[in-house]
């Protein structure tokens, strides 16, 4: 989708705010070049960065470079150019004066971005992409951004487009058609196209929580019972005090979360009440939270005492998803300690022993579960929405019930996976898409 926007001229600090040793503004709009001009005295050549000493009211702001990228070979498809200034406030603020004062308005959250998609030079799946590396805090992260920024999920949903837009022609066909001779078979083929891209979602959907985890970070969950030394080992895999420790049984009340980069992968980490009967009710509705976020999570670390018998409590969540840890294992009877069907991990919270050995168990679990491929993949709930909708429609499909029906679940669908890349029914997301974007991108 391709068009010209007639906008007013936006600019922003597109990098981050506060005292820095370079600051860049961008502009974009028909008077970017104007402006860049009154400020500087000339328009530099096209990309090329130029030695400027911007002034405005008789009053030099800075010096620093500009670049000039006269669209529509430009990022927003606009005229667009960049003061690369040093980073203090008052050359900020004396230079957001001057723009304002020229006819410019600061820029909405992710206007570039919009701007970009409105123009036909990004589809939404790649402007979701600058956010998410903007926001990437892991290396796992960053190489799902940059995979979707590549543009794989826009040539797979566009795939699916296409060949949802042939068997909706070959359904039509038969529909405005009925009175010719028409190739055997039209009906079956469009519903075999069907059938194929049904499964195709299916495969996708199921994928695509594993990828969202990785943008919003992967829940791994500590249970056990009181005095088990759950906040303990919180506050040494954090590696500060995060958890009040205590000997006081129950001093954990509420789900205490730390974000971590585990060797590349975000991890958010919960410190949970203890399992035990609970003695009053605010305890009690610790320990809801905590068997709910043990429902929750995407991998459970079971904490025991390993001076003691495992507790029931803590013995009923032991699943797949779970790895079993002694603590105490520097205490006397610790050597003793077994579960049937686990291989404990011993470790002591308190001394940090067995500590590397849980954090490349835990690292090599979340590794296993949630290994990118090259493969394009669902990122976000919005198109998780959409892919189910499809799906929804595919499922409806059935020309038994006529025809005109079954091209209009085949129609739906096309319409429901091309709001995945923006390339129809769009503007009812559009402010979703980039309202979450930061001033500058």
Do not use: Y
Not at 2 to 16: E, M
Not at 53 to 68: K, N, Q
Not at 237 to 243: D, M, P, W, Y
């Amino acid at each position: 989708m391709t068009q010209t926007i007639f906008a007013p001229t936006i600019f922003a600090l597109a990098s981050a705010p506060g005292r820095g040793g370079v600051a860049v503004f961008r502009l974009s709009g028909p008077l970017a070049g104007p402006a860049l001009a009154r400020l500087t005295g000339s328009l530099p050549p096209a990309r090329k960065a130029v030695r400027v000493r911007p002034t405005h009211g008789g009053e030099v702001i800075d010096d620093g470079l500009a670049l000039w990228f006269p669209g529509p070979a430009s990022f927003t498809g606009e005229d667009v150019c960049e003061l690369h200034l040093h980073g203090g406030r008052a050359v900020a603020a004396a230079l957001a004066q001057a723009l304002v004062e020229l006819g410019l308005r600061p820029a909405e959250p992710g206007e570039f971005s919009k701007r970009a998609f409105l123009n036909g030079k990004l589809d939404l799946t790649r402007a979701e992409a600058i956010a998410d590396l903007v926001d990437a805090e892991t290396a796992a992260q960053r190489r799902q951004a940059l995979l979707q920024l590549d543009g794989g999920l826009d040539r797979l949903a566009e795939g699916w487009r296409a060949d949802l837009i042939r068997a909706l022609a070959l359904l039509e066909a038969c529909i405005d058609f009925s009175d010719e001779d028409l190739p055997d078979g039209v009906t079956e083929q469009a519903a075999q196209v069907v059938a194929q891209l049904a499964a195709e979602l299916r495969g996708h959907l199921a994928e695509g929580v594993r990828h969202e985890r990785l943008r919003d970070g992967i829940h791994v969950a500590i249970l056990g019972a009181p005095n088990a030394g759950k906040s303990s080992l919180l506050n040494r895999i954090a590696g500060r005090e995060v958890a009040i420790v205590s000997a006081t049984a129950g001093t954990t009340r509420d789900v205490i979360e730390v974000h971590l980069d585990l060797a590349g992968w975000p991890v958010v980490l919960a410190d949970t009440a203890g399992l035990r009967e609970a003695a009053e009710d605010i305890e009690a509705e610790g320990i809801r939270r905590a068997l709910v976020k043990a429902e929750a999570a995407d991998l459970k670390l079971l904490v025991f005492d390993a001076g003691r018998p495992a507790d029931a409590a803590t013995l009923a969540l032991l699943g797949e998803d779970s790895l079993v840890v002694a603590n105490k294992a520097d205490q006397p009877g610790s050597e003793s300690f077994s579960i049937d069907g686990a291989a404990p991990i011993m470790l002591s919270a308190r001394t940090g022993t067995g500590l590397d050995e849980l954090l490349e168990r835990l690292t090599g679990e979340v590794a296993s579960r949630f290994a990118l491929t090259q493969a394009p993949a669902l990122t976000r709930a919005r198109h998780r929405a959409a892919a189910t909708e499809a799906l929804g429609a595919l499922d409806r499909f059935d020309p038994g019930l006529g025809l005109e029906l079954a091209a209009e679940e085949v129609r739906a669908a096309a319409g429901a996976i091309g709001r995945i890349s923006g390339r129809v029914d769009v503007e009812d997301v559009l402010d979703v898409v980039f309202g979450e974007f930061c001033i500058g991108k």
